[in-house]
RNA sequence: CGCGGGGUAGAGAAAUGGCAUCUCGCAAGGCUCAUAACCUUGAGAUUGUGGGUUCGAGUCCCACCCCCGCAACCA
C-alpha cells in the first residue's frame, strides 16, 4: 500500500540562535526545550522532523567581549558556542543541526542571500543620521540622553551621518497585515497576534541592513566598505542550516518552517522583518511564530547586575534534565510570563514528581512484583483515555498537558486506596490482578504521552513494564531536601 | 489620548452570563501496597476600585487605580 502519497509530512522547527555573548540561562533553555518537546512530539508521529538550534556569532560585542577575554575572536566563540551545545545536551535536548554564523556553510549563504536582496530592487543606498557615543562605540537613542549627554559615559554624543543600504520594509505593510489576519503566518498566541498587526497598521519605516563601522560581521559582497548587519546575517540561519544555495533540493525539501519558537521580545524581527526579506528574495514564508513569556526569577526580573541570572546546568545537576524540563514547562503556561526559582523547582520535585507520578510507579511495581510475581502478560487498554494531554501538547499548551496527565495520577491513587489490594489478595486474587493490569496499561500509557517531554522517565517506565518480570526499580525521582 | 498583557483564598493558576474550581501551603482524621509516601474532611475569597446593563456579572459596558512587557538598528 506504499505509494508517494505516503511520505512521512514534514516538520521543520527553529529555535533562534543564541547570542554567544553570553552563557546559557533559563529562558533560552525554556525555547529550547520546548522546541525540542514539540520536535520528540511530531517524531513520535511519525513525521520527517528537523530540528534547528545554534549560536550567534557575529557582532562588535563579541568582539569586544573576546578580547576583554584576551582571547582570539574565533576562538572565544568557539568556546562559547560549545557552552550552549553542552548545555542543550545535559537537558536532554536532541537537535538535528546546530548551526553556527560563524561556519562557512551559513557565511555562503547569506552572502547569496544579500546579492538576491540587491537583485530585487528592493533595498538603496540611504543615510542613517543618529547620535553616535565614542565611549559606547555605537548608535544611542535621544530619549536615551540625559541633560544631552551619555548616561552612562557623561559624554556629548556625536551626531553623524553614515552611509548604509536600506531595505524597503515599508513596501510590505499590506501584505503582511493580509497575511497574519489570514494566518498565513500563523502568530501564536493571540495577544501576540494582534500587538504585531497593531504596529503594522501604524506603519512601516525602512531599516538599514549594512554597518559601517561594524567589525566582526560579514562583509557586504558589493560593498567592501560595509558590513551586513549582524540581525539580517543571523535571521537567515533557519536558512541557511538546510542548505540555501548549497542544496537546494534539502531547502525546498524542509521549508517553509512549520513552527519557529522564541520569547516574547523579538517577535518583531520574525513576525514583520524576517517575512519581509524572504517575500522579496521569492522564498515562502514561515507557516506560525510561536512566542513564549519571559521568566522572573522571585518576582524580580532576571539580570546580570541582580545577579540572579540561573544557569540551567545547575539545576540539572542536581534535579535531573526530565524534572528541569517538566518544572519549566508545569510551571508557567506556555505564552505568559511567570517566576520561577528553585524554590518552586523542589516543590514540583518533591509533590509532583517524587510522590506523585514516582511513588505511584512504586506501589504499583511493588505490588506486582509480590501479589503477580512480577507477571503482567501482555499489555491492556488503558482504563483512561489521555489523548486530550498530547493534543495540548500538540498545541503547545504543555502546563494543560501535564495537569491532565497529574489528573489521572490522583486518580490511580485514589484508585488503589479504595480498592485495597493488600486485603483484597487475600479473597479475590483475581479481582488485584485485575487492578494491577489496568494500572500498568495506564503508567504505560502515560510514558508514552509523556515521552517527549521526559524522554528519559519514559524509557524508564517503559524498562520495567515491558521487562516481562517486574521486578520495583529504584525511585524514579529520589525525594530532595 | 502610543501599543499589548495582567490584577480571583497565604502563593500560583481555572472558570460558554447561571452553586467561584484546582494545585501548593495550613488544620484534623484514616490507611499500610508505596519514596514520612497515599486517601478523606475542614478552614481560608465581600474576584483591584467605583458605577452601569441584567431575573442573575469574575465574565458584558463605562470610568479610575496598580503591575509587567514592547516602543525598531539593543540578540
Known amino acids: 500500500m506504499k505509494n508517494m502519497s505516503d511520505e512521512p509530512r514534514k516538520f521543520y522547527i527553529t529555535t533562534p540562535i543564541y547570542y554567544v ?10 525555547t529550547t526545550i520546548a522546541a525540542d518537546v514539540i520536535a520528540r512530539l511530531h517524531r513520535q508521529l511519525g513525521e520527517d522532523v528537523f530540528f534547528l538550534t545554534g549560536t550567534a556569532e557575529h557582532g562588535d560585542k563579541i568582539a569586544g567581549s573576546a578580547d576583554k577575554a584576551g582571547k582570539e575572536v574565533q576562538k572565544f566563540v568557539d568556546e562559547m558556542s560549545a557552552k550552549f551545545s553542552f548545555a542543550w545536551d545535559q537537558l536532554g535536548i ?20 544579500f546579492k538576491k536582496l540587491k537583485e530585487s530592487g528592493k533595498i ?27 548616561p552612562d559615559h557623561k559624554t556629548k554624543p556625536d551626531k553623524i551621518k553614515e552611509k548604509n543600504w536600506f531595505f524597503k520594509l515599508s513596501d510590505y505593510q499590506g501584505v503582511l497585515i493580509e497575511k497574519i489576519e489570514n494566518d498565513e503566518l500563523s502568530i501564536r498566541p493571540h495577544e501576540r497576534k494582534n500587538e504585531i498587526l497593531s504596529f503594522l497598521k501604524h506603519g512601516l519605516e525602512d531599516i538599514s541592513i549594512s554597518r559601517q563601522k561594524a567589525k566582526f560581521a560579514i562583509p557586504l ?11 539580517m546575517d543571523e535571521l537567515f540561519n533557519y536558512c541557511s542550516a538546510i542548505g540555501y544555495g548549497a542544496d537546494q533540493e534539502r531547502f525546498h525539501k524542509y521549508w517553509p518552517a512549520d513552527a519557529q519558537l522564541m520569547g516574547k521580545d523579538i517577535i518583531k524581527f520574525h513576525c514583520v522583518i524576517w517575512p519581509a526579506l524572504l517575500l522579496a ?5 514561515p507557516k506560525k511564530i510561536v512566542a513564549h513569556g519571559f521568566f522572573t526569577v522571585d518576582g524580580q ?14 539545576w540539572v545537576a542536581k534535579y535531573g534534565a526530565d524534572a528541569v524540563r517538566y518544572f519549566l514547562l508545569r510551571e ?3 505564552g505568559q510570563d511567570g517566576d520561577v526559582s528553585e524554590e518552586k523547582l523542589k516543590l514540583r520535585y518533591n509533590g509532583d514528581l517524587a510522590n506523585g507520578l514516582g511513588n505511584l510507579f512504586s506501589r504499583v511495581t511493588n505490588m506486582i512484583e509480590k501479589y503477580l510475581d512480577g507477571d503482567i502478560g501482555d499489555f491492556i487498554k488503558s482504563p483512561k483515555d489521555l489523548s486530550a494531554a498530547s493534543d495540548a501538547f500538540y498545541n503547545f499548551d504543555f502546563s494543560e498537558g501535564l495537569v491532565l496527565i497529574w489528573k489521572e495520577i490522583a486518580w490511580a491513587n485514589q484508585l488503589i486506596d479504595r480498592s485495597k489490594p493488600w486485603e483484597l489478595v487475600k479473597t479475590e486474587p483475581d479481582k488485584v490482578k485485575e487492578l494491577l493490569l489496568n494500572l500498568s496499561a ?38 530532595i531536601d
Open 301 to 314: 526580573k532576571m539580570s546580570k547586575t541582580i545577579g540572579n541570572v540561573i544557569d540551567p546546568n545547575d
Open 21 to 30: 555573548n553570553d552563557k546559557p540561562h533559563i529562558g533560552s533553555a525554556y
Open 332 to 334: 508557567v503556561p506556555f
Open 442 to 479: 495506564l503508567l504505560y500509557d502515560i510514558a508514552k504521552k509523556l515521552a517527549p517531554i521526559m524522554p528519559e522517565t519514559a524509557q524508564r517506565i517503559n524498562q520495567v513494564l515491558e521487562s516481562g518480570e517486574v521486578k520495583k526499580p529504584e525511585p524514579l525521582f529520589a525525594k
Open 221 to 231: 559582497p558589493w560593498d567592501e566598505n560595509q558590513r551586513i548587519y549582524v540581525w
Open 124 to 150: 538603496y543606498e540611504g543615510e542613517y543620521e543618529g547620535l553616535y557615543c565614542v565611549a559606547h562605540e555605537a548608535f544611542i537613542k535621544e530619549s536615551d540622553l540625559v541633560n544631552g549627554l551619555c
Open 281 to 285: 528574495i521569492g522564498e515562502e514564508i
Open 94 to 113: 536532541a537537535p538535528d543541526d546546530f548551526i553556527r554564523t560563524t561556519e562557512q556553510r551559513h557565511v555562503d549563504a547569506v552572502v547569496l542571500f
